[in-house]
Structure formats: C-alpha cells, structure tokens
C-alpha cells in the first residue's frame, strides 16, 4: 500500500460512538452543525511495516472514530451527537464541523507530509437499516463555503427515512499548510440510484452516529522525518482591524528602513 493510498484512506475499516441529541438547523437543506473543540480532536499514529521506505500514518478525527491501518487501534474524536431530522422534508443533508466561533483550525503540515479529509457521516437509527443508493454526483464537500474536488465511495437514503450515508474522500492530497472554521458534507437526493424521484417516508427520526461514522484528517509522511507530532490546533480568528493594523505597522516598519537605508 502506498503513501498515496494512505492518504486517500481506501478500503480501510472504522468504529463509532453517540451522545446527547441537538436539532438540526434551519435553511434552504436539512442542515446540522456539530462544534468540535481542540481537546476533542483525536490523533494517532502507526509505522507502515517493512523495511523498505517504512512511513508514519496519523489521523486526526474530529467526530466519529476511525481504525488506523496495518492493525492500529481505533482514533476517537468528539461523539457524533444524535440528531432529530425528517429527511423526507427535503432533497439535501448538510454535515458540517465546526470550529468554536470566534476560532478556527490550524493544520500545519509537516514537510514533506501528505494528508487529505477522509468522511463516513452515517447516521441512521438504532436499527441501522440499509440505504437506497442515490447517483455518485450527489456528494459533495466544502472547505469555508468553497467547494472541492472528492471522490465518493457510498451515499444513499433509506426510504423510510432511518439513515442516510455519505461516504466520500478528497481527491488531491494536501501538501502546505493551511486554516479553515469549518468543513461541510453534503448530500443531494432527489432521485434513487435509477433516475427515479426518490420518496423518503416523512416524520422525525433520531438518527445518531452508526459504528462506522467519523470525520477524518489523514496523514503521511516517511518515517525518516521522525515521530509525528500532533499538527492540528485551534486558534482565534484575527479581527479585521488586528489584520489591518499589522499591515500599517509592516509598512511603517518597512519605509522607516528605507529612509535609514
């Protein structure tokens, strides 16, 4: 398996875990927002095996839990909270992490590392019944509002309104760092997997985080760069007038040399 591979987080096995209960928010979807703090962000690593190009793997997750490969134990973040929703009152699901207002996320990339978002919301029921497929093109993700390019592996809704799964990854790796408040998944299902109009039984339903849901930063890196370190924080967002301040005093600084100059 390769650090690409890896990164990309195909074909690897998960677990999961629920609290509490929350509504979902209003808006032109059926839309859920979960806020999730540093201390709840979970990390872990393991060594690929093999002599030759040995590589860490480290994943930070930030809602679910999600097993590490070659036999690594289970990551857990924050617990999915139970959420009570009708699907049949809409044709779009939103999932989003959230950062606490007023802060955002760090994610300071060793160099030389590769890592991408790896997503598995699925939620449903305690009697976690199947889903009824709906088309790849249906899932989407979101960095800050601005979409990007990913690559689905499984989405559906149960007719009956019991579940509903979007299973995705992104396709290009990320290579510098980088800040975002929050990351959305999103799903659109207004036919089934045959171009039918799907029609999903209405009523509010509590559908919680099944044992393979998670929301997932995953790493790699050559193990010659050492152990890896924890790189996702979260930090407070700079007000405007913070930013537009430095930039004044960087100019001041900045034509005060050329004067000395």
Same mark, same amino acid.
Do not use: K, W
């Given at each position: 398996?390769?650090?690409?591979?890896? *990164?990309?987080?195909?074909?690897?096995?998960?677990?999961?875990?629920?609290?509490?209960?929350?509504?979902?928010?209003?808006?032109?979807?059926?839309?859920?927002?979960?806020?999730?703090?540093?201390?709840?962000?979970?990390?872990?690593?393991?060594?690929?095996? %093999?002599?030759?190009?040995?590589?860490?793997?480290?994943?930070?997750?930030?809602?679910g839990s999600r097993s590490l490969p070659f036999g690594g134990g289970p990551v857990s973040g924050a617990p999915i909270v139970p959420v009570?929703?009708?699907? %049949?009152?809409?044709?779009?699901?939103?999932?989003?992490?959230?950062?606490?207002?007023?802060?955002?996320?760090?994610?300071?990339?060793?160099?030389?590392?590769?890592?991408?978002?790896?997503?598995?919301?699925?939620?449903?029921?305690?009697?976690a019944p199947g889903v009824t497929l709906t088309p790849p093109a249906s899932v989407g993700f979101e960095i800050d509002g601005v979409a990007?390019?990913?690559?689905?592996?499984?989405?559906?809704v149960d007719p009956g309104g019991q579940a509903i799964l979007i299973d995705g990854n992104e396709t290009s790796p990320r290579t510098a760092?980088?800040?975002?408040?929050?990351?959305?998944?999103?799903?659109?299902?207004?036919?089934?997997? %045959?171009? *039918?109009?799907?029609?999903?039984?209405?009523?509010?339903?509590?559908?919680?985080?099944?044992?393979? #849901?998670?929301?997932?930063?995953?790493?790699?890196?050559?193990?010659?760069?050492? #152990?890896?370190?924890?790189?996702?924080?979260?930090?407070?967002?700079?007000?405007?007038?913070?930013? #537009?301040?430095?930039?004044? #005093?960087? *100019?001041?600084?900045?034509?005060?040399?050329?004067? *000395?100059?």
């Open positions: 398996m390769s650090i690409r591979e890896i *990164v990309s987080g195909l074909g690897l096995a998960c677990v999961g875990s629920v609290v509490g209960a929350i509504a979902p928010s209003a808006g032109a979807a059926i839309s859920v927002v979960q806020t999730v703090s540093a201390a709840e962000v979970g990390v872990g690593s393991v060594l690929s095996p %093999g002599p030759i190009n040995p590589f860490h793997v480290q994943q930070h997750v930030f809602v009570a929703v009708n699907l %049949g009152s809409d044709t779009a699901f939103r999932f989003t992490v959230a950062a606490p207002e007023g802060f955002r996320y760090r994610v300071n990339l060793p160099a030389g590392a590769e890592g991408s978002f790896l997503f598995n919301v699925h939620l449903g029921t305690n009697t990007q390019a990913v690559q689905p592996q499984g989405q559906g760092p980088f800040t975002f408040q929050q990351l959305t998944v999103t799903l659109s299902y207004p036919v089934d997997s %045959g171009g *039918v109009p799907l029609t999903v039984t209405g009523g509010t339903q509590l559908l919680g985080g099944l044992s393979d #849901a998670h929301v997932t930063f995953q790493s790699a890196n050559l193990a010659s760069a050492g #152990a890896p370190q924890p790189f996702i924080t979260v930090e407070a967002v700079p007000e405007p007038g913070t930013v #537009a301040l430095i930039g004044v #005093a960087g *100019v001041a600084v900045l034509a005060c040399r050329r004067r *000395v100059a």
